[in-house]
């Protein structure tokens, strides 16, 4: 069965500074992978995705991320945070074509301005 | 973007009644649905996956008969919370996947709080 591990529960940065939420993954084989960003009381909506290809992924927002097989790793990044980034990010991989999401605990963000 | 729509975005009811929640695929048409559970600061909870024109798969420790799925039509799946209790009361998300072929990409409802008194 998969899992997603998201070791910082919070992370504070300063608006402006660069940004890395780490999430780690076990799958048996090639994994889908996801990020997605949660606000109070809302839905999710996607940053990015990883399918295949090319391991360093774009996303909306000025988000991206990084697939790296050999550590289980795909961790997001920002070069430049901005106060409307504060929320909660879910790291998630998918089963079965990418449809049954296992998410992990996810890291909630406060920007300090 | 696709866009899924939840209705209700909040209802409150009472110990022992039944809850409905609606969630609609309004520019796409979707063959799976999946419903998803969030306690307060915790992660997304899958309870389970709903197939137009089938039966839904549970999964492990989700009582069937307490949230019942039905999906009967490629647009709209139901969660109905039957005789509810405090316990029950939780953020539901519903996500949906496209027909179309190749699709792999889920795209997610709102969310419907359920506050059960």
């Known amino acids: 069965a998969q899992s997603v591990t998201q070791p910082d529960i919070h992370i504070t940065v300063s608006e402006g500074a660069s940004l890395e939420l780490r999430c780690n993954y076990s799958?048996?084989?090639?994994?889908?992978l996801f990020w997605y960003v949660q606000s109070p009381g809302q839905g999710l909506q996607l940053l990015l995705k990883y399918f295949s290809g090319d391991t360093l992924v774009q996303g909306i927002k000025g988000f991206e991320a990084e697939f790296k097989r050999s550590q289980s790793s795909f961790n997001l990044r920002k070069p430049s945070v901005h106060w409307s980034d504060a929320a909660e990010y879910f790291c998630?991989?998918?089963?079965?074509?990418?449809?049954?999401?296992?998410f992990g605990t996810g890291t909630q963000l406060k920007v300090e301005l | 973007g696709a866009v899924v729509s939840q209705h209700p975005s909040r209802v409150i009811c009472k110990s022992g009644t039944s809850v409905k929640i609606e969630c609609r695929s309004l520019d796409f048409q979707a063959t799976t649905m999946f419903w998803y559970r969030q306690f307060p600061k915790q992660s997304l909870m899958l309870m389970a996956t709903?197939?137009?024109?089938?039966?839904?798969?549970?999964e492990q420790g989700v009582e069937k008969d307490k949230f019942l799925i039905n999906h009967a039509s490629l647009t709209l799946s139901t969660l109905t919370v039957t005789s509810a209790h405090p316990e029950d009361s939780s953020f539901y998300i519903c996500?949906?996947?496209?027909?179309?072929?190749?699709?792999?990409?889920?795209?997610f409802g709102e969310g419907s709080r359920l506050t059960v008194l």
């Open positions: 709903s197939n137009e024109g089938s039966k839904a798969t549970y």
């Open positions: 799958y048996g084989a090639t994994p889908y």
């Open positions: 996500s949906a996947k496209s027909i179309l072929a190749g699709a792999r990409e889920l795209f």
């Open positions: 998630a991989v998918g089963a079965g074509g990418g449809n049954k999401l296992t």
